[in-house]
């Protein structure tokens, strides 16, 4: 069973930038695809990017892009978020989710393992 921690969250003021890391417990990198997700209170838990095996396609949800950059080292397992300009409306609870698909997803039901998610508040 694939298990995925994350770290990296914190508080950080409007404008800053934080990284977040999600490591694999296994190999994992070239079977599963890993995507980031957000919660925030009391709002669904939105899927914010996602690297596609396939080709390398990257999705970011709209009020993420340009400031959010995911990437991956598959020797070390391990999938990044680069977070920058950040704002309030970014707060929440940050997680990262694998399935076994070469595709991308936004949708939070198709993954099958979830980290125990990273605080991430955004305040001045």
């Known amino acids: 069973q694939v298990q995925l921690v994350e770290s990296g969250g914190g508080l950080v003021q409007p404008g800053g930038s934080l990284k977040l890391s999600c490591a694999a417990s296994?190999?994992?990198?070239?079977?599963?695809?890993v995507g980031w997700f957000r919660q925030a209170p009391g709002k669904e838990r939105e899927g914010l990017s996602c690297?596609?095996?396939?080709?390398?396609?990257?999705y970011y949800l709209d009020s993420v892009k340009g400031r959010f950059t995911a990437s991956k080292n598959n020797a070390q397992d391990t999938v990044y978020l680069q977070m920058n300009g950040l704002k309030p409306e970014d707060t929440g609870v940050y997680y990262c989710?694998?399935?076994?698909?070469?595709?991308?997803?936004?949708?939070?039901?198709?993954?099958?393992?979830w980290g125990q998610g990273t605080q991430v508040t955004v305040s001045s």
């Open positions: 989710a694998a399935f076994p698909s070469r595709y991308c997803s936004e949708h939070a039901g198709n993954y099958d393992y």
């Open positions: 296994e190999p994992t990198l070239d079977y599963y695809t």
């Open positions: 690297i596609s095996l396939n080709d390398g396609t990257m």
